[in-house]
């Protein structure tokens, strides 16, 4: 199988980055290629790494309370990009009904305080394997 | 529409996912290649390698924005190290370039080095001939450190800059080997910090004492990213570079000379896989492992008959 590329992101202006760094040590450590873009991210930053980077997943963290906005809009600009191929996930300060609705609109699990990096590792190579093999 | 046909209409998630496949290696690769050398051979190609924090991922981020503010659409490779460990990779030099991830004349990818044991340079070199072939008028290829491969890579580039910073001063010695020999242009990065001109001058010292192949004369350079000084310069001396090549030997011998090396990296990416299946898959090796760890061999005369071996093996 290939590579599993992981494009993780802050988006906006909250700047506590210390999670997502675990979480970038976590994935790296299980063998995955992590692309970690920095701080304040837009949308359309986030969605047009992605898509250069050809990663599989983009994994957002958002503690700022703004994810019903920022989660929406990648998972829009996945969709007009045509990269609607790319799964998006996230974690961060999100209450349980919030995760729900951003669910419907096809985001994946939001991981919250508490989560293992297991658990995070485990998502991520799972879904990983039901990803459709695009054709040539 | 096709992956290729998407290519060919400039389609960058088309691009990104042909270089998974060739990356990846995965069945059909050779057939894109094969279909897309017919549109590559113009882009300019552009190492830039240094040691880790020297600001290598700065000067490109400067480099692409002078680039594309002049209407060059300018492809980039940023290498960072695999773990050889876990096989995984941090890679992070976009976090320097962000805002070029919005420029539609730039196009970023990162790469892992995915292990020792070659295919780096082949890899990278396949994906500079794939952004080439996408229309790119430059390639620039960021790498770390001086090892086999980075020469290799090197030696795939029209032009090469080292970039240092003052603090390296003492490492100047120890750059001498390998990371001095492959430069055209030396880059100081960083250069308002102190010591900058001491080792411009410890630099011109031992820039005397470089064999040289012809009268190209290494120019230092002295930049500051983050401030966005000396980029015009850096930029001046690659396009120098460029010329001096270009009037230096003919077109044809340099194009020669780089079908040679590519087809060389090919040949021998080709052979080393064919080695490994092989070897992995025969028994005599197993069995001379056994006797070298008995006693009853050594891995010398053993290495010896299994090239003997293996050469009927390979040309089967």
Known sequence: MDKIRVLLA??????????IKVIAAALRDAGMEVIYTGLRQTPDK????????????????????????????????????????????????????????LEEIGV????????????????????????PEETL | MGLLERFENGDQVALARIISRVENRRTGYQDILARLYAHAGRAQRIGLTGPPGAGKSSLVFRLGELLSASGKKVGIIAVDPTSPFTGGA????????????????????????????????????????????????????????????????????????????????????????????I?????????????????????????GLRQRTNNWEYPII?????NNIGIDDLWQAIKNHREFCQSDTSPEDRQKERIANDLLTI??????????????????????????????????????????????????
């Open chain 2, 222 to 226: 002295q930049t500051q990213a983050i």
């Open chain 2, 90 to 181: 941090l890679l992070g030099d976009r976090i320097r370039m962000q805002d070029l991830s919005l420029d539609p004349n730039i196009f970023i990818r990162s790469m892992a080095t995915r292990g020792s044991t070659g295919g780096l340079a082949e890899a990278t070199r396949d994906t500079t001939m794939v952004m080439d072939a996408f229309g790119f008028d430059l390639v620039l290829i960021e790498t770390v450190g001086v090892g086999q491969v980075e020469l290799d890579i090197a030696r795939a580039c029209d032009s090469v800059v080292v970039v240092f910073v003052p603090e390296s001063g003492d490492a100047v010695q120890a750059m001498k080997a390998g990371l001095m020999e």
């Open chain 1, 46 to 101: 986030i969605v047009s790494a992605a898509i250069q980077e050809d990663a599989q997943f983009i994994g957002m963290s958002i503690l700022s309370g703004a994810h019903m906005t920022l989660f929406p809009a990648v998972a829009k600009l996945l969709k007009e990009k045509g990269a609607e191929n790319i799964h998006l996930f996230g974690g961060g300060i999100v209450p349980d009904q919030d995760a729900a609705k």
């Open chain 1, 10 to 19: 802050k988006p906006g202006l909250d700047g506590h980055d210390r999670g």
């Open chain 2, 183 to 207: 430069a055209d242009i030396y880059c100081l990065n960083k250069a308002d910090r102190d010591g900058a001109e001491r080792l411009v001058l410890e630099l011109q010292s031992v820039l």
């Open chain 1, 108 to 131: 994946g699990r939001i991981f919250t305080p508490g989560a293992t990096t297991e658990e995070i590792v485990t998502y991520i190579r799972d879904t990983a394997r039901d990803l």
């Open chain 2, 267 to 316: 040949v021998r990416g080709k052979v080393d896989r064919r080695l490994r299946s092989v070897l992995r898959d025969s028994e005599t090796f197993e069995k001379v492992v056994a006797d070298i760890l008995a006693g009853s061999t050594n891995p010398y005369s053993a290495a010896e008959r299994l090239v003997a071996e293996l050469s009927t093996a390979l040309t089967s």
